[in-house]
Structures are given as C-alpha cells and as structure tokens.
C-alpha cells in the first residue's frame, strides 16, 4: 500500500530572511511527514550523518556542494559517482546545482535516503493564476 501524503509542506529556498540579495523560491511539496517531522529528520541527517544543508550553497552566488558533501551524498546512494563526474566534467572540477529546486530535491531525497519512511513529492498547484488587483497593497501592515 502506497504511504499517504497528507501534509503539505511550504518551504523557501535562498535568502529566505531578505536580509542580502534578497532572492529565494517558495516549493510546495506533498509529504508523509509534519513540517515538524521534516524538521527533526534533517536535524538527525546533521548529527549522524554530518551533511547540514544549511550549509551547503550558503554563500552568494554559490552553486556548489563541496566534495565532501558530495562523497556523503553518493555512499546514501542520493547521487552516483557517474552523475558527479558528469558534472564534475561540466563545470570545470566543480558540482553545481542548476536551480534551488535542484538543490531542495538533493536535500529532500537525502532525508528519504537516510529515512526511507520519509516520503515526499513536490505539490503544484494545478491551474494557479496570478492578478495584479491586490499587488503592493498593505504596506503599511509591516512595521
């Protein structure tokens, strides 16, 4: 029997605070586990496995993940060494993501790796439509 994906997670990837470039993406993903549950997953990820994503791709203008992350990635089998020396190859030494989904996917399919229980698919939303009507009202709601 498949696992039931009954939460839906959002998340941001990038300069979430808006403190620096001031560029992130919001994802949506379907889930088996709370946002909480997530949470405590890459909290353990971390500690026994010492791969802390917040960390990874962390600098400005910085789509790389560093070999020794890279080495952890691909014994949890979340990667394989093809696919690194592939990159490796495309990008002068180096293994660069192409986009922050990409790298939310890594991360995401790495918490699965290290916690087959966990299981997540990424949520669209069918039909989204965007208006312009409501664009830059309420600013003076933040102070």
Not at 57 to 75: A, F, G, M, T
Request: a negative charge; hydrophobic letters at 35%.
């Amino acid at each position: 029997m498949a696992t039931e994906l009954n939460h839906v997670i959002e998340f941001e990837v990038g300069d979430w605070s808006k403190d620096g470039h001031n560029q992130s993406d919001t994802f949506l993903i379907k889930s088996n586990y709370s946002g909480d549950e997530i949470d405590e997953g890459f909290e353990r990820l971390k500690k026994e496995k010492h791969i802390d994503f917040k960390k990874v791709c962390h600098d400005y203008e910085d789509s790389e993940i560093k070999n020794d992350v890279l080495v952890k990635l691909i014994k949890l089998g979340v990667l394989t060494q093809e696919e690194v020396d592939e990159a490796l190859n495309d990008y002068d030494g180096r293994y660069c993501v192409d986009s922050a989904l990409d790298l939310a996917a890594i991360a995401l399919d790495t918490l699965h790796a290290f916690d087959p229980e966990f299981e997540w698919e990424e949520f669209i939303i069918p039909n989204k439509e965007s208006c312009q009507a409501l664009t830059g009202i309420g600013y003076g709601c933040y102070w």
